[in-house]
């Protein structure tokens, strides 16, 4: 099972996203995760659409470990990761937990994925 890790800016455009997922190549993902403050975001709920959505809280997110950390983020959202360290733990209720492909930024958007 592959989860897709999303952070995203508000508002961000369901093709922004798409083109930030298409880039990492993917055959295919089973479950969409991110920060509970995004879970209703339209483009996040569009690419969730048949896919199961895991939405965790900042504090949550930010006792994961994960390899790049961000300092902006951190200020930003209360989490030094919010697409690594979600697609982490998603991962670890479905899987293995582990990170597979680490964050990769897009237009408003950067995704991850873990298995």
């Given at each position: 099972m592959l989860v897709l890790g999303v952070g995203i800016e508000p508002g961000t455009p369901l093709a922004h996203l798409r083109e930030a997922v298409?880039?990492?190549g993917l055959a295919g993902f089973d479950v969409v995760a991110t920060?509970?403050?995004r879970a209703a975001e339209p483009a996040v709920l569009?690419?969730?659409a048949g896919r199961a959505l895991r939405t965790y809280p900042a504090a949550v997110?930010?006792?994961?470990d994960v390899p790049h950390p961000s300092?902006?983020?951190r200020r930003l959202t209360?989490?030094?990761s919010v697409a690594e360290a979600a697609a982490v733990l998603a991962a670890r209720?479905?899987?293995e937990g582990v990170l597979v492909t680490p964050k990769q930024r897009g237009r408003g958007?950067?995704?991850a994925v873990a298995r």
């Open positions: 298409d880039a990492l920060i509970d403050r569009a690419l969730a997110l930010d006792a994961v300092a902006v983020v209360g989490t030094g209720e479905v899987g958007v950067t995704v």
